[in-house]
């Protein structure tokens, strides 16, 4: 069976009168369609092309009515807002964080001029627009004694203030680790741009990503950082604000204990800079995390209605199945009035239907695309699904030997917006440059898909792409019936 977007002319967005869309129980969810009609408008092989919404179906009836407890997180909105000036003072550089960044060795291949003026090449529009959580990431090795003596549980995240985020720092101090500008969101903003960089070719794709960091030197950092990997962060700093960290500590067996310090970071305000940024942007990515706090989510819904009016796709991350479950309700009202694209893993899918473990995430997938147009499903080295119109697409994974699978699912998702803002039109073809690119991530330290490997990538993408023969190297379609 072929799958294809189908683009047609049109000469207006949508309105605001656009239906919204509501969910019914799934014994009254109508049976598969045998093809998908994702409706966009302007040149399928442009780079610069406006998506209309894709189509939205009213379905009048209810979301899923499993009821699931509600848990207030107020630890968040009660964290200090204090910095650790022995920490950040003077931190504006990775090289005086005690380590190199990863980016660094790549930074003369996407900036020679790293400290040109961010304002003085800003597009007429941007291709995607994220809204996501600034946090710099501090990510070292350390033995389980290390943890032990901070009294840290191994494989955890948790949330610090601004005193514990000190301490654990101090207890750093000799100890080799890395500083980034860090985040999902960030991850997979970083990717597209490097796959649609000028180096292969063309004109290269307008990235950005709004969000907040306060005015510490840490934030300058994170700015900094994703400058030179061709993402503008247009957000201005917040005055006197702390830019949040997550301190990442991996120990021998892999095993991650995350400290999150917010900082700034959980409050992202709208406000008409922001609406204008959204008025010219194709696709707008909201980071699952930012419904982590309650005064975001207000931001989230006017900005995903003003994307709405304005015509540009929205696509959302799950981010966390915990994330996913103490805030089901406000994830449900954004992807019922606004969300043309979910990315999920195959326990965020489940967590959102509310199927249990036994559930395949083909079922899943399948449930979720009748309520959202493109839903995105990984399910680590079994592979994915690509969910439309109540049907799911087997995209089988790329082999690799794993080294380091954070950061695959970020990857991922910037394929499929790779493949998306470049007309591709089949969804295999999509699911296959996605699946590649998280197996390059998958297959090497760090998170971020590195320059050369991106250009590789979108090399091979071209040709198969030109000659409407897309990633051969894939089966035939697969509907799961599961």
């Known amino acids: 069976m072929s799958f294809s977007l189908i683009s047609l002319s049109s000469s207006s967005p949508a309105s605001n009168s656009t239906p919204l869309r509501k969910f019914p129980p799934i014994s009254e969810l109508s049976s598969p369609s045998s093809t998908l009609k994702a409706y966009c408008y302007g040149s399928s092989t442009a780079l610069n092309f406006n998506f209309s919404l ?23 909105s009660s964290m200090s807002s204090g ?44 291709h995607v ?12 090795v350390v033995d389980v004694e ?17 005193e514990e985020r000190g301490r654990v720092l101090r207890a750093m101090d000799g100890c080799s680790y890395k500083a980034a500008a860090g985040g999902s969101l960030s991850n997979t903003l970083v990717a597209l741009a490097r796959l649609g960089g000028q180096s292969i070719g063309g004109p290269a794709l307008n990235i950005a990503m709004a969000g907040s960091v306060g005015s510490d030197p840490l934030g300058g950092f994170y700015r900094s950082k ?14 006197d604000g702390t830019t949040g960290t997550v301190i990442v500590l991996t120990t021998p067996d892999a095993q991650r204990t995350m400290l999150a310090y917010q900082g700034t970071s959980a409050r992202v305000n709208y406000d008409p800079c922001l609406a204008t940024l ?20 207000k931001t989230i819904a006017m900005a995903c209605e003003e994307a709405r009016r304005c015509g540009a796709l929205v696509a959302i991350t799950a981010s966390d199945v915990t994330c996913i479950e103490r805030h089901y309700d406000d994830f449900w009202d954004i992807m019922a009035n606004y969300a043309d694209i979910i990315f999920a893993n195959t326990d965020e899918a489940r967590a959102f239907c509310h199927f249990s473990s036994k559930e395949s995430p083909a079922s899943a997938t399948r449930y979720l695309s009748h309520f959202v147009p493109f839903v995105s499903v990984t399910d680590g080295p079994k592979g994915s699904y690509v969910g439309v119109k109540g049907e799911a697409v087997y995209i089988p994974p790329t082999p690799c030997v794993p080294v380091d699978t954070c950061g695959a699912g970020d990857a991922y998702a910037s394929g499929i917006l790779y493949g998306l803002l470049h007309g591709a039109s089949d969804l295999r073809g999509m699911g296959a440059l996605a699946s590649k690119v998280a197996s390059v991530v998958v297959g090497q330290q760090g998170t971020r898909l590195r320059v050369q490997d991106a250009v590789k990538l979108a090399e091979s993408f071209a040709f198969h792409h030109e000659s409407s023969t897309m990633w051969s190297d894939v089966g035939s379609d697969q509907i799961s019936s599961l």
């Open 54 to 76: 894709f189509n939205r179906t009213t379905i009048h009836s209810h979301r899923p009515t499993c009821f699931l407890p509600f848990n207030s997180n107020s630890s968040f």
């Open 83 to 126: 910095s650790d000036a022995n920490y950040t003072d003077g931190l504006v550089d990775s090289s005086e964080l005690g380590v190199s960044d990863s980016d660094d060795d790549e930074a003369h291949q996407e900036h020679e001029n790293d400290d040109m003026e961010p304002s003085a090449s800003v597009p007429e529009r941007w």
């Open 129 to 140: 627009l994220g809204l996501g959580q600034a946090m710099v990431d501090f990510s070292g």
């Open 146 to 162: 290390f943890l032990d003596r901070l009294g840290l549980k191994k494989g955890t995240r948790k949330l610090v203030n601004h």
């Open 226 to 239: 994703l400058r030179r990997a061709n993402v503008k962060f247009l957000s201005e700093p917040v005055r």
């Open 278 to 297: 959204i008025s010219k942007t194709s696709i707008l990515i909201v980071e699952g995390y930012l419904f982590e706090f309650p005064d975001t989510i």
